[in-house]
Each structure stands twice: as C-alpha cells, then as structure tokens.
T-cell receptor, first 111, second 114 residues
Framework: QKEVEQNSGPLSVPEGAIASLNCTYS??????FFWYRQYSGKSPELIMS????GDKEDGRFTAQLNKASQYVSLLIRDSQPSDSATYLC???????????FGSGTQLTVLP | NAGVTQTPKFRILKIGQSMTLQCTQD?????MYWYRQDPGMGLKLIYY???????DKGEVPNGYNVSRSTTEDFPLRLELAAPSQTSVYFC?????????????FGPGTRLTVL
C-alpha cells in the first residue's frame, strides 16, 4: 500500500522562527510531491510543488526532496501567525496522477 | 473563472438515504477526483476520471458511484448512506502537463449521516 507519513505534530513555533515539516513516502514510483496548506474548515491550497531532488524556494517557503531517502520537507522561514494551519504532504503517481496524502501536521505560530 | 464548485455545502442524511454530491469545474480540465477527509486525517481518493466517459476506483470506493458525461461535471453518488460515510468530501481537477500536476480543490461538502 502506498503511504505518505508525516510527523503528526502538533507543532508550535514562535513568530519569526523557522518551522520544519517532514514527510516520508513508501512508493518509489511517486514522481512529484506537493505541500498543501489547509485552514480549519477550508479546502487544501497548494503552496509548493517539487519534482526533482534538491531544494526549491518560493518566498518564505523551501521544499526539499531526497528521492534516495524517500523524504520530503517544507521549511517556513520567518513564520507568521497567518501560517497557522494544517500542512498536508502529498505524492503523485500513476497515469491518472493520483495524489496520496499524509495525515497532516498542525502548525501553530505563536505571536 | 469560478474554478471548482461543489454543492451542497452541508447535508445531513439519515441511514439508508441516497444523495448526489455535485462537482463542476470551468477550467476545461481533463482529470477530476473525489476525495474524502475524516477528522484529523489526510484526504483519501474515492474515484477519479481522466476524461468524459472514463472513471476508475481510488483507495476507498465502496458505497459510492460516479459518472462523467461531460468534461465539466463529475457527480458523486452515495447509495444507502451509512454513518461511516460521515466526512468532508472534496472534488478536485487538474490538467496534467509535463511541468505541473497541480490539483485545484473545490470548497468541500460536509456530510453527516445519522
């Protein structure tokens, strides 16, 4: 069974700190990975995608992918209270590009 | 563009009732998906479609059916509702290209089966 595992949290960081979210996956056929942010009662919103080994930066967000270790991470620099949400890691595989989600990590940024 | 829209937003069903969750996208996306999300959990794929007339089962298809007669619409049918189907249902769509696989999600339908 294809699985995506996330550090379950919850995770609390002070405002301005770096938040580190981690994810491992079991399906070596997974080709791409995504980080979604989900506010309570809302739908998931894509914040980062990563397709190849290494780092990808977008503003305060950096995604890291290590396919040999089957590991994906998301760093949020200068965390803000508005970053408080659940972060979902997902891997994509198959001809229909199906997503397999982790259970999410709840992040709270304390003012 | 409205993106992905879902109706209804909320629904309460009694055990054994049936209903259809509607999903429409106006982005001309080929691929559409139905997920369910139980409290404190990630999303699980119920059914997906790669184009009109083509559907396939995901990880948790039991108790559900789908159809895809047009590119825009992908309704999810619940037959004989059970308490285990209490969940939030999300529809998503995408237009996979070599450079992106982004799935866009609708606002969700919160279903309670009593």
């Amino acid at each position: 069974q294809k699985e995506v595992e996330q550090n379950s949290g919850p995770l609390s960081v002070p405002e301005g700190a770096i938040a580190s979210l981690n994810c491992t996956y079991s399906d070596r056929g997974s080709q791409s990975f995504f980080w979604y942010r989900q506010y309570s009662g809302k739908s998931p919103e894509l914040i980062m995608s990563i397709y190849s080994n290494g780092d990808k930066e977008d503003g305060r967000f950096t995604a890291q992918l290590n396919k040999a270790s089957q590991y994906v991470s998301l760093l949020i620099r200068d965390s803000q209270p508005s970053d408080s949400a659940t972060y979902l890691c997902a891997g994509i595989a198959g001809s229909a590009r199906q997503l397999t989600f982790g259970s999410g990590t709840q992040l709270t940024v304390l003012p | 563009n409205a993106g992905v829209t879902q109706t209804p937003k909320f629904r309460i069903l009694k055990i054994g009732q049936s209903m259809t969750l509607q999903c429409t996208q106006d982005m001309n996306h080929n691929y559409m998906y139905w997920y369910r999300q139980d409290p404190g959990m990630g999303l699980k794929l119920i059914y997906y479609s790669v184009g009109a007339g083509i559907t396939d089962k995901g990880e948790v298809p039991n108790g559900y059916n789908v159809s895809r007669s047009t590119t825009e619409d992908f309704p999810l049918r619940l037959e004989l509702a059970a308490p285990s189907q209490t969940s939030v249902y999300f529809c998503a769509s995408s237009y996979p290209l070599a450079s992106t696989d982004t799935q866009y999600f609708g606002p969700g339908t919160r279903l309670t089966v009593l």
